[in-house]
């Protein structure tokens, strides 16, 4: 047990990471089904798009920027990394979404959190960075 009160200098439990590498693969799943629906296009994806108010010209590069930002986060060297710059791409969602009034934003904030429990679950090195104190 840690006498400091935090998770900092805890060895890791196991269980907690591999809760994270499950929290990831989920998170990667969904993002990487997202760029693989933007790089197949199609009417409905078009439709959507359009309600956004985005040009069919950026379905590519959003689905290029998207798998490139999971392949990241799934690299161990580089997963905090992938981690912001998948933040960064969900503010731009939940931005795009606020932009033509459609406040259900929960779902990217839901996302935007559980890619980082998932990190922050498999990487005992960021506990000393996001200490979590337990109460006496």
Same mark, same amino acid.
């Given at each position: 047990m840690n006498t400091s +009160?935090?998770?900092? +200098?805890?060895?890791?439990? /196991?269980? $907690? &990471?591999?809760? +994270?590498?499950? #929290?990831t693969l989920l998170i990667a799943l969904a993002f990487g089904m997202s760029a693989m629906m933007k790089f197949k296009g199609g009417p409905e994806f078009g439709e959507q798009s359009a309600k956004l108010g985005l040009p069919d010209s950026m379905r $590519?590069? $959003?689905?290029? $920027?998207? #798998? =490139?930002? &999971?392949? &990241?986060?799934? #690299? /161990?060297? =580089?997963?905090? #990394?992938g981690a912001i710059l998948l933040t960064g791409y969900m503010g731009g969602a939940i931005c795009t979404h606020l932009r033509i009034g459609d406040t259900f934003v929960v779902p990217h904030i839901v996302i935007a959190l559980l890619l980082w429990l998932g990190i922050y679950l498999r990487e005992p090195r960021l506990w000393a960075l996001i200490p979590f104190r337990r109460t006496a």
């Open positions: +009160g935090n998770m900092a +200098g805890s060895t890791a439990n /196991p269980k $907690l &990471v591999w809760a +994270g590498r499950v #929290i $590519l590069p $959003l689905a290029v $920027l998207e #798998i =490139t930002c &999971v392949v &990241v986060y799934l #690299i /161990p060297q =580089t997963a905090v #990394i």
